[in-house]
C-alpha cells in the first residue's frame, strides 16, 4: 500500500516538482475554463445557457482557488501565482489559450476539456496526498451538472445534421490529442507522480476518459488514444505545448484592472 503524502515537502525533489506542476496545470486550466465560461453569460443560444455559463464559471473559479491552496506546501503564496505571473508561465491546457469562437466550441470543451479534468480530479481523490484527495469530493459533486449540461448540448448539435455539428466535429477533432496531452501526459515527470502514489497511470485515465466520452463522441466520429506520445514541441517545465493564452484572458483572470480601481 502506498504511504500517505501528508505535505509535498515528504516528496523527493524532482516528484515534487512534478507535483508543483501538476497542481498548476489544473488550477490554470480552472481558472481559464471559467474565464471561457464566462465569455458566454451574453450571447448563448437561450437565456437558459447563459445562466448555465454563469454557474459553469464560478464552479471553476471556486475549483480553482481549492487546488491554487495547494502550492502553501510548497512555501509559495497562492495570490502570488493567481495575481502576478505572466500569460507565457501559465500551465493551462492548449485549447484554453484562446475564447471559445461558439456554442459548439464551448459543449466541446465541457465534454473534451471539462470531462478530463475531472477524470484527472477522481484519479486524484484516489491518490496518497491527503490535501488534494480531500479536497476532490467537493468538485465532483458540482461536475456533475457539467457532465450533464454537456451531454445535453452535445447530442443535440450532433443530431443537429448542419453546421452546428460540423462545427462540434471541428472542435473535438482540435481539443482532444492537446488535451489529453495536458492532463494524461506520457512523459517522465507523470511517471514519478505515479510511483509516488499521487494518481494512477496516465494510460489507465486515459482509458476511464475514454469509456465515459466513447458514446458521445462517437456521434461526430471521434475516438480517444490512449498511448500517444508527447509532441516534439512539448514543453516539460508547463506540461503543455509551447503556447500561451492570451494576455487578455490572463489580465482577467488576474483582476489587473479591477485590482487598479483600489486606493490604498
Known amino acids: 500500500m502506498t ?24 488550477a490554470d486550466s480552472k481558472r481559464l ?10 450571447g448563448a443560444p437561450s437565456i437558459e445557457a447563459g445562466i448555465a455559463a454563469s454557474s459553469l ?12 491552496s495547494i502550492l502553501k506546501e510548497f512555501d509559495e503564496d497562492p495570490l502570488e501565482l493567481e495575481h502576478q505571473r505572466s500569460s507565457h508561465e501559465y500551465c493551462s491546457a492548449d485549447p484554453l489559450d484562446h475564447p471559445f469562437p461558439d456554442w459548439a466550441a464551448v459543449t466541446a470543451g465541457i ?8 477524470v484527472l480530479l477522481r484519479g486524484l481523490g484516489e491518490g496518497a496526498h491527503q490535501a488534494l484527495s480531500g479536497r476532490v469530493a467537493k ?6 451538472y457539467h457532465r450533464d449540461l454537456g451531454s445535453a448540448w452535445f447530442r443535440r448539435l450532433a443530431d443537429s445534421r448542419g453546421e452546428g455539428r460540423e462545427r462540434l466535429t471541428a472542435e473535438v477533432a482540435g481539443m482532444l490529442p492537446p488535451t489529453l496531452d495536458a492532463f494524461f501526459p506520457l512523459d517522465t515527470a507523470q511517471e514519478r507522480l505515479v ?14 476518459f475514454r469509456d465515459e466520452t466513447a458514446e458521445l463522441l462517437s ?15 512539448w514543453d516539460p517545465v508547463r506540461g503543455r505545448g ?20 483600489f486606493v490604498e
Not at 464559471?57 to 491554487?68: F, N
Not at 510511483?195 to 476511464?208: D, F, K, N
Not at 483582476?255 to 480601481?261: I, P, Q, V
Open 33 to 42: 475554463l471559467g474565464i471561457r465560461y464566462s465569455d458566454w453569460l451574453l
Open 139 to 144: 468538485m465532483l459533486a458540482e461536475e456533475e
Open 111 to 118: 465534454v473534451v476539456v471539462d470531462g478530463a479534468l475531472t
Open 195 to 208: 510511483e509516488a502514489g499521487v494518481l494512477p497511470a496516465s494510460t489507465l485515465l486515459r482509458e476511464r
Open 57 to 68: 464559471a464560478q464552479d471553476e473559479w471556486g475549483h480553482a482557488r481549492l487546488v491554487y
Open 3 to 26: 504511504e500517505l503524502i501528508e505535505t509535498a515537502a515528504d516528496l523527493e525533489p524532482s516528484t515534487r516538482k512534478a507535483f508543483r506542476r501538476l497542481i498548476l496545470s489544473i
Open 219 to 233: 456521434l461526430v466520429g471521434a475516438e480517444v488514444p490512449v498511448d500517444t506520445e508527447p509532441p516534439g514541441d
Open 242 to 261: 509551447p503556447g500561451h493564452p492570451d494576455e487578455e484572458a490572463v489580465e482577467r483572470a488576474r483582476g489587473d484592472r479591477n485590482r487598479a480601481l
